[in-house]
Each structure stands twice: as structure tokens, then as C-alpha cells.
Nanobody
Framework: VQLQASGGGLVQAGGSLRLSCVYS????????MGWFRQAPGKEREFVAA????????NYADSVKGRFTISRDNAKNTAYLQMNSLKPEDTAVYYC?????????????????????WGQGTQVTVSS
């Protein structure tokens, strides 16, 4: 199993980026997918997650209304659309796969719930 995250970069505050996470394997459509981020000197934190069929999407309070998680099971790809970016969104963003697949609506997820991780992509938002 491999997860390849891409799409990071440098953007001005108020701008947008779309991150992609390509999953190499045969069981993508049964896994929940998530995005986490880690800023320098801080712990990795939950950003968003989506259930196996896209029916449930959960977000951290800090990104609600600005970020949208989605997935395309035919392409084995998960996405994170990030709008209205702020300097505090600067971090390395990681995608992850949870073999359980089902999410409880409105719940944050912990690192321990995810089984596979990508390598991370840097997002830098300038003020």
C-alpha cells in the first residue's frame, strides 16, 4: 500500500490550493481517507476525513467552511480543496487511509485510527 500526496505549494493568504492523494492498492473504495497536518514545533492534527463512500465528511473546527474533502473511487484518489487560506494553515499535510471505512458524523479522528500514511506535502501561506 502506498499513498502519494501532492499539490502543495506557496500561496498568498486568501488563496486556494487543492491537494491530491493517490492510493496504490485494490481496496481504496472500502477505506476512509483523512488529511492531517503538522506545523513546525507542533503535533500532527486532524484536518478532515471522508467515509468509504463519501457519505460522511468530518472537519476540524479550524477549517470548516473553508476546506472540502472529496474522493473519486474510480481514480483511487482523495482530494482536499483548501480555500480562503490563512498563514496559520501553513504545515506539512499528510493523507492517510483507515481500513475501517465508516465515520461517525461530526467526529474528529485521531492519528491512531489510520493504518496507512503518505509522505506529506508542504503548504505555505504567506501573509
Amino acid at each position: 500500500v502506498q499513498l502519494q500526496a501532492s499539490g502543495g505549494g506557496l500561496v498568498q493568504a486568501g488563496g486556494s490550493l487543492r491537494l491530491s492523494c493517490v492510493y496504490s492498492g485494490r481496496t481504496f473504495s472500502s477505506y476512509a481517507m483523512g488529511w492531517f497536518r503538522q506545523a513546525p514545533g507542533k503535533e500532527r492534527e486532524f484536518v478532515a476525513a471522508i467515509s468509504w463512500n463519501g457519505g460522511v465528511a468530518n472537519y476540524a473546527d479550524s477549517v470548516k467552511g473553508r476546506f472540502t474533502i472529496s474522493r473519486d473511487n474510480a481514480k483511487n484518489t482523495a482530494y482536499l480543496q483548501m480555500n480562503s487560506l490563512k498563514p496559520e494553515d501553513t504545515a506539512v499535510y499528510y493523507c492517510a487511509a483507515d481500513t475501517y471505512g465508516v465515520l461517525s458524523p461530526g467526529s474528529n479522528m485521531s492519528i491512531d485510527e489510520f493504518d496507512y500514511w503518505g509522505q506529506g506535502t508542504q503548504v505555505t501561506v504567506s501573509s
